[in-house]
């Protein structure tokens, strides 16, 4: 306080607005007789005069006040005084919609006015009086006196004007009310009439307000995001709003004109009469419907914004008070101050705690305010936090915590409340609640990066909050309700009005090819960069708590049965709603466009430059190919045999691209995986005419493949992993759950929530990778500090995850078992290899760029893997074992047999890396061979469960036939495919030292065999039930495929040379000596495996074995004895895949029993 205030001039002002505030709270208590509160409340204003003791500029903002309370005080009594007449009563539950017309827009002008809504805003002129004199502490006594006075206020206007009622027609007292409405919008337009002091007085008249059209820099951003989600918004109306159109076009407009002012504003005059237009003219929308409970929302919405929009009047009030009138002239920022701030701009953007207005509002107004409020309203509050911490540089430390911290807060309670709610609307607003906190969050980590992310997702989340809103209110106009229930099913009746809503609910997920993706990496790496991994995996973490909600949303619209009728519903909002999901696919696949300009726009208002890795999407021909041909698939493929031809077809035309490429580890890898997808194409062709939809199933299918062939061959790290994405995203998702039963959904559910969790944790290891660069070669030249040992185990776990490697909880790492069998086929042969392929691509190209002494750390991550990778065989067989249903007990082999590939390539040696990679491809074709087997199976008589088989091979001797050579080749016997793989291994782990791994991956090659041995004999051998009699083999579409793979897992049994020669190449450009191989004969140490002989050998014995026991054989018949007992039926001397192993089968049940007992794990394995 300056020297010439003394202590009690401080004390009677503090009176004088003690005495105010009484009053106002009296006025509020007492609002139900209007009359006498609104003379009462009024009358309070007169005692602001106290502050004219401050001197000659508070006597002039004082009269100044006064004389603007005047005018809209007696306009508002004027009108209160017509409606009093009308209804002849003063209480205001007896007025209840007197003003819902023209009255009403007058009275609602006085009574907005009345709160100080002007150019000139008076309470901030006694405010600067008050904080000039160092009394900065009355004014948060000032802001409580402008909240209860706006609750007071707001309460009479939303009761007259919007609550329904009779309303006032005509009024007596035109001319005054005239008068004084004439003399009101002077306040707006010449508002310095009203000074009739001398200007020596004050310096009110520097006060002005400016409309602003400089696009550039970060305010550029927010106006031009906010002028097209505003113009979508415009279109999506034209047709959607049905009633008071003059009222709803009206303050959209003004609205609109207020967002995109408000970041274009320099002066603070300007800013917060836009800041409080914004609030108004949404509020009074937010009402559109006039309901109860619109009018409730809106009024907590109104007070809890107009409360922070005080709090930044008194920070202004701060500035005024140093000579500031802009936020380009400010140079020092204090922690109160931005604190004050930060309320001001989190009430708006919805931060925890100050949020509760968010998910009470976004339901009960109409969905196009909704989608405003949500996609751009809170922005406005973001880009306040932005100007406060980079614009103005308050990077304080302790405020960067504070904004961590209630970003987290944020961030996990609104992502937990998504998962209660089945009101639409209100769990999309708790979304926002969560991206909002994320935002914050990340604005939290104070760097140019982190600020680049931020925006990004601003911008993104502004597109897909509005666009799942907008989506939303078709779907509530088709059926009438908010609730998931009364949606269930309605993207079956109508899919292409439902279709962007699917779009937002991945989008919003953060799944590729949509914006979200690239700025969710882009904050990843923004955390990284700080080395801040509790924010990194706490986005992660909260990601996956929403995506449980998201995922919920999809599945009530679009794969729950429909429980009733809806409508349909046309025209150009439906139009707009497709602009917008357009334009999130535009942002997700031109990332490198969209960080371009967010990053030249930081430079033009920071004045510094950002370095961001390069976000470049890379389109090989191949994956142009496939795409081209999902889309024909999915337009044209009516009937399963077309949609499976033509996906074989275009899989053959991207194979003959990639066969154009120069080869790499990449391009062989992709050409397996277009080899295997035409196999399983032409087999699902015949497979899925028993099936709905198959244009969907296929074309989803080349989608995923899309996914694993930009892995294969991306040659930047920011690529490969939008790729991997795709290929474990939603196309992923919809294949699986094809049959839409209640099973599929819950195990693909699983499955893709587990695949979630296993990206972000390579998301955050890719993060850390691309601190020094987006080249995946750049790997061969990073340092090994500290983090990148860190990123090299998230990869290392993340890729493990990815194979479903990982020894908890085994079954939830596994593709389900209800999807169609040509996909859980590819699933398990090829798509589970990238996990395997991405590990040998990351971990030997880091120790190709380390010394030897460094190379000991590399060393011990692929202990680990080996480690994991043959706990996992074991558990793996022992899991098959346990269970009986052919396509999970192949699922449990598979997790097994991928432990073999880390077990191999973990090694960091040449050896481990061929038998890697060669078991590698034997397992893709024996694998196969073994799903579409068990697929024929299934086909011609529909029974997964081994029990209620036998005697097939009687009746399916091709079948048969093939399944035996992959059971043989799965087995490691010699000849076939698996055994030299395995061989290599074996002696791999051994020159490694590793005997005792090397012992139990031959215990669990025993074991495997020993399913396979239950399998054919429950299956293929015994006594074939009745209702089999008269099923045959399967047709050349399904048995083509099923003999190409058999002939190859026999040619690559007797010459891995085919597969070894690729193999050496590969090895040898990661810098490691190649393995010595022939044409039949492979060398390892001193060891030589010539499988040719081998091969002779075998046949010599088989073809012995046979003739001796053909012309040897001698068979004795005895009469059986039975002492009284029954004949056996010959279904009943059956031996079941249940009666196998009962004693190891017992043992392992123990195992697990007593292992969960130790862990306190709940829940089985082997579960249906």
Request: with cysteine.
């Amino acid at each position: 306080m300056n020297n010439h205030k003394g202590a009690g001039v401080e004390g009677v002002i503090f009176l004088f607005l003690l005495i105010i505030f009484s009053l106002k709270v009296f006025a509020l208590i007492n609002k139900e007789n209007v009359k006498s509160s609104f003379i009462i409340a009024s009358g309070a204003e007169i005692l602001y005069l106290g502050v004219a003791l401050l001197g000659s500029s508070a006597l002039s903002a004082v009269i100044l006040h006064l004389e603007y309370q005047f005018v809209f005080r007696v306009l508002a009594f004027l009108m209160l005084f017509e409606f009093f007449k009308f209804k002849n009563s003063v209480k205001l539950s007896d007025l209840a919609g007197v003003g819902f017309n023209k009255w009403g827009v007058i009275f609602g002008f006085s009574i907005f006015g009345s709160l100080g809504i002007s150019l000139i805003t008076s309470k901030q002129l006694i405010l600067n009086s008050i904080t000039a004199s160092g009394m900065f502490e009355l004014g948060y006594l000032i802001v409580a006196i402008n909240i209860v006075q706006a609750i007071y206020l707001i309460s009479i206007f939303e009761t007259i004007v919007f609550k329904k009622g009779e309303s006032l027609k005509n009024i007596s007292n035109k001319i005054l009310i005239s008068v004084f409405t004439f003399a009101g919008i002077l306040v707006f337009l010449l508002p310095q009439i009203y000074l009739i002091l001398p200007a020596k007085f004050s310096n009110i008249n520097a006060y002005h307000i400016s409309f602003d059209f400089n696009y550039h820099g970060i305010n550029g951003v927010f106006a031009l995001l906010f002028a097209f989600i505003m113009s979508m918004v415009f279109i999506y109306s034209l047709d959607y709003i049905k009633k008071y159109k003059a009222f709803y076009y009206s303050f959209l407009a003004i609205l609109t004109l207020a967002l995109i002012e408000i970041p274009l504003s320099s002066s603070f005059e300007s800013f917060y009469l836009f800041w409080e237009t914004m609030t108004i003219t949404s509020y009074l929308l937010i009402m559109h419907s006039r309901s109860d409970e619109s009018i409730k929302a809106a009024k907590l919405y109104f007070v809890m914004c107009i409360a922070g929009a005080y709090f930044l009047q008194l920070t202004f009030s701060h500035f005024y008070s140093l000579g500031i009138e802009s936020f380009s002239e400010i140079v020092n920022v204090s922690l109160t101050v931005a604190v004050l701030m930060l309320i001001g701009f989190g009430v708006k953007a919805g931060i925890v705690p100050i949020h509760q207005w968010l998910p009470v509002a976004h339901p009960a107004a109409p969905s196009s305010i909704s989608a405003p409020l949500s996609g751009i309203l809170t922005k406005a509050g973001i880009f306040g936090i932005i100007v406060l911490v980079y614009v103005l540089g308050f990077q304080n430390k302790i405020f960067s915590y504070l904004l961590v911290t209630l970003g987290l807060i944020t961030l996990f309670y609104g992502e937990i409340k998504t998962l209660y709610e089945k009101d639409i609307k209100r769990l999309f607003a708790y979304s926002t609640i969560g991206q909002i906190g994320e935002i914050v969050t990340v604005l939290g980590l104070m760097s140019t990066a982190a600020l680049s992310g931020a925006i990004y997702h601003v911008i993104n989340h502004a597109v897909v909050k509005d666009l799942l809103f907008l989506s939303a209110g078709l779907l509530i106009l088709s059926s009438g309700s908010r609730n998931l229930d009364d949606l269930k099913g309605i993207g079956k009746k109508l899919p292409f009005l439902a279709f962007p809503l699917g779009v937002g609910v991945f989008a919003l997920s953060a799944f590729p090819p949509f914006g979200n993706f690239n700025s969710k990496f882009l904050m990843i790496y923004a955390a990284a960069e700080q080395n801040n991994y509790i924010v990194a995996f706490s986005l992660i973490i909260a990601g996956l708590i929403g995506f449980v909600a998201m995922l919920r949303v999809f599945r009530y619209i679009f794969l729950m049965n429909p429980q009733r009728e809806f409508s349909e519903v046309k025209g150009i909002k439906v139009i707009a709603v497709y602009l917008l999901a357009f334009v999130s696919l535009l942002l997700g696949i031109f990332p490198q466009s969209v960080i371009d300009f967010i990053a030249a726009a930081i430079n033009s208002t920071l004045k510094v430059n950002v370095h961001l890795p390069h976000f470049i999407l890379q389109f090989p021909l191949s994956v142009l190919v496939m795409i081209i041909g999902a889309i024909i698939v999915y337009l044209f493929g009516k009937t399963s045999k077309t949609a499976g031809i033509s996906a074989a077809g275009f899989s053959f035309l991207a194979l003959l691209t990639v066969f154009a490429d120069k080869f790499s580890f990449g391009s062989f890898f992709a050409g397996l995986v277009l080899f295997m997808a035409i196999l399983n194409f032409l087999f699902a062709a015949r497979y899925m005419d028993h099936s709905h939809k198959s244009y969907r199933f296929f074309a989803n299918f080349m989608i995923m493949i899309v996914g694993i062939l930009g892995v294969a061959l991306s040659e930047n790290i920011y690529s490969m992993f939008f790729y991997w994405e795709i290929m474990g995203g939603w196309a992923l998702y919809i294949a699986l759950v094809h049959e839409e039963d209640a099973y599929s959904i819950q195990e693909a559910t699983k499955y893709l929530l587990y695949n979630y969790a296993g990206a972000g944790v390579i998301m955050i290891g890719l993060g850390i990778v691309m601190q020094f660069g987006n080249s995946i070669e750049i790997i061969k030249h990073i340092p090994l500090t500290n983090e990148i040992i860190f990123a090299l185990v998230l990869l290392t776990v993340g890729f493990l995850a990815k194979a479903a490697q990982l020894p908890v909880r085994i079954d939830y790492q596994m593709h389900p078992k209800p999807a169609p069998t040509p996909i859980s086929g590819y699933i398990s042969s090829v798509m589970l290899k990238t996990g395997p392929f991405m590990f040998v691509m990351v971990m030997y190209l880091a120790a190709a760029g380390v010394s030897a002494s460094k190379l000991f750390v590399i060393d011990s991550i692929g202990h680990f893997a080996a480690i994991v990778g043959v706990i996992t065989i074991l558990m793996g067989a022992s899991f098959g074992l346990l269970t009986n249903s052919m396509k999970r007990l192949l699922i449990f082999l598979t997790v097994g047999e991928i432990g073999y590939i880390f077990a191999g390539v973990s090694l960091m040696t040449s050896q481990g890396l061929a038998g890697g990679l060669l078991h590698l491809i034997n397992h893709m074709f024996f694998k196969d061979l073994l799903f579409l087997s068990a697929g024929a199976i299934f086909y011609k008589t529909g029974i997964d469960s081994l029990n209620d088989l036998g005697g097939i091979a009687r009746k399916m001797p091709v079948t048969f036939a093939v399944f035996m050579i992959a059971v043989f080749s799965t087995a490691g016997v010699p000849m076939f495919s698996g055994f030299v793989s395995k061989w290599i291994i074996y002696h791999a782990l051994m020159s490694k030292g590793y005997d005792f791994l090397a012992i139990l991956t031959i215990l669990g090659s025993v074991m495997i065999l020993l399913v396979f041995v239950k399998f054919m004999h429950s299956a293929y051998f015994g006594k074939i039930d009745k209702k089999f009699e008269n099923i045959k083999d399967v047709d050349w579409y399904m048995s083509l495929p099923m003999m190409i793979l058999a002939i190859l897992n026999i040619i690559l049994g007797i010459f891995p040379y085919f597969a070894l020669k690729p193999i050496n190449l590969i090895i040898q450009s990661f810098g490691y000596k190649q393995i010595c191989i022939s044409l039949s004969s492979v060398c390892i140490g001193g060891d030589i495996l010539n499988l040719f002989t081998l091969s002779i050998y075998t046949l010599l014995a088989i073809a012995i074995g046979y003739l001796m026991f053909v012309y040897n054989r001698k068979i004795r018949k005895t009469h059986i004895f039975l002492s009284g007992v029954r004949d056996l039926s010959e279904r009943e001397l059956h031996i079941n895949a249940k009666n196998f192993y009962e004693s190891v089968t017992e043992l392992i049940k123990t195992i697990i029993y007593f292992v969960k007992k130790i862990f306190g794990l709940k829940g089985g394995y082997v579960e249906r």
